[in-house]
């Protein structure tokens, strides 16, 4: 993530392009993001961070301040001491609080989509669609409700449109490809086979976002990923990754790229938002909603594909659509076994959406790779749910012979990866100590 930089000098009207002049009071900026306060120091107040310059230390030396990118959220804060320079950690108890509400999300995500599947089992190509075309409804709906609250701006909603166009095209190809392979492997191998996931976004972020990670970081996402297949791998049968062939593997691995893709892309688009803003943030809905139409425009193109993966003939599909709404709304002749409809598929709309939401929050305020960390870290426990007697699943499985050993080895990588190692700085020097987060360069 590259850092951007605004020079700060004695002279002229305070903004980030022109000099300020410290003989005359400073008002606020027309954007609400930013308020600067006369006092001995100049202090810019921002819903992402704070800098602090002392005025003397504008005059003598007549600094440029550079912050690294928002997904760091660093606050850096100068004038303290002359030179010191300090970076503050609050961004990370937001962090912190993003990736728990996410992890728990993600679990209850995985809990009824598998409660879901039970009123819905004859038709969970339907529940599909209605995740695919209903959010698109929802989204555009709060959209809209936000723009009239002042929320979302015109400049938000004028952004360029490509970049979305290119999400909705990446989760429609991801979900093409991830739903072939899934008819044909086995239901232990697409867990594993998903921390390809992680990996496909260390290399795309390293590429496309210029990011550096410590090793500590590379060692703590291998373990995470280690423990997530050594927890599966222990409940399921020696060789059922390869019973499919090699093809649907590579399948089930390349649609992961798709949706890694897509959470770069996403990440990128938030970063090129905050230019194009002037420093201001896009609203999350903004993303959302117009990647989830592309997605849907998609889908429909692909939908005689997916029809047939599904096992629906493409002229039955009509008739397949109608039935599956008369069972999720526990209707009609053919209601019988939809028990538990429309609670349980409304249940994992409702928490699905918030997932998602919560997701691209934690992109926006982390990175790509964090977010991949908090999800992943809810299969074991989706894994210990399902033992327990839930409703409307019959008889727990039994817990897996490596689950305690997969989840020490998972939280181990966590600490690993969150682990910061110790740095000092010199009291005489300008320059930000390395970022705890993964290092980018410009």
Same mark, same amino acid.
């Given at each position: ?5 605004h ?10 392009h @022109? ?7 400073l ?25 602090i ?22 606050e850096?804060?100068?004038?303290d001491?002359?030179?010191?320079v ?19 999300? *993600? ?27 209903g959010?698109?409804?929802v ?5 809209h ?14 952004l ?11 989760e ?37 976002? *210029?990011r ?25 049968s ?9 093809f ?9 790229l798709?949706q ?14 905050? @230019?194009?803003?002037?420093? *201001? ?23 005689p ?13 009509p @008739?397949?659509?109608s039935?599956g709404?008369?069972?999720?709304l ?5 209601s019988? *076994? ?7 598929p ?23 790779v964090? !977010?991949s960390?908090?999800? &992943?870290v809810?299969?074991?426990i989706?894994?210990?749910?399902? &033992? ?9 499985? !039994?817990?897996? !012979? ?10 181990m990588?966590?600490?690993i990866?969150?682990w910061?190692?110790?740095t000092t ?11 705890p ?6």
């Amino acid at each position: 993530m590259a850092a951007s930089c605004h020079r700060i000098s004695g002279g002229a009207k305070l903004n980030f392009h @022109k000099q300020p002049n410290l003989n005359q009071p400073l008002q606020l900026l027309p954007n609400k993001n930013y308020q600067w306060r006369r006092t001995r120091e100049i202090t810019l107040v921002t819903s992402r961070r704070r800098s602090i310059i002392s005025s003397a230390e504008l005059d003598k030396k007549r600094n440029t301040i550079c912050w690294y990118a928002l997904h760091d959220k660093q606050e850096v804060v100068e004038g303290d001491n002359e030179n010191e320079v300090v970076i503050r950690g609050n961004w990370r108890v937001e962090i912190a609080v993003a990736a728990v509400v996410t992890m728990g999300l *993600g679990v209850g995500n995985r809990v009824l989509y598998k409660l879901a599947l039970v009123p819905l089992k004859k038709y969970p190509f339907f529940l599909a669609q209605l995740a695919t075309f209903g959010y698109v409804v929802v989204y555009f709906s709060i959209l809209h409700f936000r723009y009239r609250a002042g929320i979302v701006t015109d400049e938000m909603l004028s952004l360029p449109k490509a970049p979305l166009l290119a999400v909705g095209l990446l989760e429609a190809l991801g979900a093409a490809c991830g739903m072939a392979a899934a008819a044909v492997l086995s239901g232990a191998a697409i867990p594993i086979l998903s921390q390809s996931f992680l990996v496909w976004q260390i290399i795309l972020s390293y590429i496309f976002l *210029g990011r550096r990670y410590r090793y500590n970081q590379l060692l703590g996402c291998f373990l995470v990923a280690l423990g997530v297949i050594i927890t599966v791998a222990s409940g399921s049968s020696a060789g059922s990754l390869m019973e499919a062939g090699m093809f649907w593997s590579l399948l089930m691995i390349v649609s992961f790229l798709f949706q890694a893709a897509d959470t770069i892309l996403k990440e990128v688009i938030f970063l090129d938002a905050t @230019k194009n803003l002037k420093g *201001g943030s896009v609203d999350l809905f903004v993303i959302n909603s117009y990647g989830s139409a592309f997605q849907a425009v998609f889908i429909c193109l692909l939908l005689p594909f997916l029809s047939r993966l599904w096992g629906v003939p493409f002229h039955q599909l009509p @008739k397949y659509l109608s039935d599956g709404a008369a069972c999720f709304l526990n209707i009609g002749t053919i209601s019988g *076994g939809c028990e538990g409809a429309p609670l349980l598929p409304l249940l994992f709309c409702i928490v699905n959406m918030a997932y998602n939401i919560s997701l691209l929050h934690l992109i926006k305020i982390s990175s790509a790779v964090v !977010s991949s960390l908090a999800s &992943t870290v809810s299969v074991p426990i989706s894994v210990y749910l399902f &033992t327990l007697p839930l409703p409307y699943l019959g008889v727990a499985s !039994s817990l897996p !012979s490596g689950f305690i050993a997969g989840t020490i080895v998972l939280v181990m990588g966590m600490l690993i990866y969150a682990w910061i190692p110790s740095t000092t700085t010199s009291t005489n020097s300008n320059t930000p100590p390395p970022m705890p987060s993964p290092v980018t360069t410009s």
